[in-house]
């Protein structure tokens, strides 16, 4: 059998959505830029890089018309055949860049059995059967909405808003009130359901209310905000309504701001979006990581199709604060210039390596399936070993990396990044093992 290169160069494809970042603000295209043929149009906005084999946008060998996919499936030794057979040649993930100019939808994704069941009744919305867990690592400054608030601040917002409170109507408003009470008196199971089941109640009373009274309250709640001729504070709540309403006036996903956590990651911070948890990305840029899917259940601030019905049924309706749903890198080799991020998800972990001048190295020990490497900074070398076959010794393989390049790492080979410009280089390996040896590159 022939020998495959373990370490091979890939050119990934850009995608151009409404909300991305415009021309080269957009880390998308300036990382997109580094492969032939692409051309970054100012005007244009630059929203996503899918790193993978995902149908929708699949990478291909550097300057080649071969796909990733068709490479993966020659050797099943590059994936090894534990994933080549679970994932039927695939990449076990999909690796993304985000550029985000203006907010994304709230959305949540399916849970595996709910994606099953979405992709046979509704192929049409839904175009695959897996479920989509996330993990989101910020490049900038990165704003977003994720999961819902503490019970008690909801309930506090419903007395400070009165749009908010005239929208979900008097008697919505006083059983959730009554219901947060209670549930905070109850221990253990019982409490948290009550909480659970009063928290379904209110939210989908706010998404399914009628339109016109939707843009009356969204109406009287700019005016007043407006009217009152202040310069709110930006992140304040003040502020991100009045920003995201104008990016989608009249929009009933506005009121989830009183209902999701607000949070704002600093580069290097990282968010994990479990299945049926809801979420919206607001602004800034990141790297993402998520099973192979495009699953997307939709609610608010987009004019795509929403599921308000799917969505209100599939959230678990937890609440907590915006800070525990934050995961935090862990040091995973000597050097301490590498952070693992590790979800509590098969499919994939991520490892964010910082050198910071050159000359500076670090070495990662070989996962035992497939990695995908992005260049987010600086310039580099990396150098690896080709599996030999047969007689003879393995053959070092050496590429330059630089600033937006992206590469496939075989499974089971270790490779080292040496900076060689003065700013160093950061790079993040997406990877995938089996789950029995998750603990694998834990010192």
Not at 139 to 149: P, Q
Not at 194 to 213: N, V
Not at 340 to 366: N, Q, V, W
Request: proline share 5%; net charge negative.
């Amino acid at each position: 059998m022939p020998s495959h290169p373990t370490i091979v160069r890939l050119d990934c494809k850009a995608q151009s959505y409404d909300w991305g970042k415009i021309g080269s603000h957009s880390s998308v295209a300036r990382f997109a830029s580094s492969s032939p043929g692409f051309t970054v149009d100012e005007s244009r906005p630059y929203a996503e890089l899918w790193m993978g084999t995902h149908p929708n946008a699949p990478s291909t060998l550097h300057q080649s018309e071969k796909s990733l996919e068709s490479f993966l499936k020659a050797d099943p030794q590059l994936l090894t055949p534990y994933f080549h057979e679970r994932y039927n040649g695939h990449l076990p993930f999909l690796f993304k860049v985000l550029s985000i100019g203006k907010a994304l939808s709230i959305q949540a994704h399916p849970d595996k059995s709910l994606a099953e069941k979405l992709f046979k009744d509704r192929p049409d919305l839904y175009k695959d059967d897996n479920h989509k867990p996330e993990m989101a690592i910020a490049l900038t400054d990165f704003e977003a909405l994720c999961g819902f608030k503490p019970l008690d601040e909801i309930s506090a917002a419903l007395d400070h808003w009165p749009e908010f409170w005239a929208l979900v109507g008097d008697q919505a408003a006083h059983e959730f009130q009554e219901a947060v009470k209670r549930s905070q008196a109850i221990e253990g199971i019982k409490g948290i359901k009550e909480g659970r089941h009063a928290l379904k109640a209110l939210f989908k009373t706010m998404m399914t209310a009628d339109a016109a009274k939707v843009k009356l309250e969204l109406d009287r709640l700019v005016t007043r905000l407006e009217s009152a001729g202040q310069q709110y504070s930006a992140g304040s709540l003040e502020e991100l309504l009045l920003r995201v309403h104008s990016q989608f006036p009249g929009d009933v996903g506005l009121f989830s701001f009183f209902f999701l956590n607000y949070i704002v990651l600093q580069p290097g911070q990282a968010v994990f979006l479990a299945a049926n948890e809801p979420h919206a990305y607001l602004s800034g840029d990141c790297v993402e990581c998520m099973a192979a899917s495009d699953n997307v259940v939709r609610a608010g601030l987009t004019p795509k199709f929403k599921d308000v019905e799917v969505l209100t049924e599939m959230l678990t309706y937890q609440s907590k604060a915006g800070s525990d749903q934050l995961l935090s890198g862990v040091l995973c080799t000597p050097t301490g210039h590498s952070l693992m991020y590790d979800p509590p998800i098969d499919e994939f972990s991520i490892i964010l390596t910082t050198l910071d001048h050159a000359k500076e190295k670090e070495r990662l020990r070989g996962a035992e399936g497939p990695s995908v490497v992005i260049v987010t900074k600086g310039q580099g070398v990396i150098r690896t070993e080709n599996r030999a076959t047969g007689e003879g010794e393995d053959e070092v393989v050496e590429v330059i990396a630089n600033e937006g390049n992206v590469f496939f790492v075989g499974a089971n080979t270790p490779f080292s990044i040496e900076a060689s410009s003065d700013e160093g280089v950061t790079i993040y390996t997406a990877f995938s093992v089996k789950p029995d040896k998750k603990d694998h590159f834990h010192h």
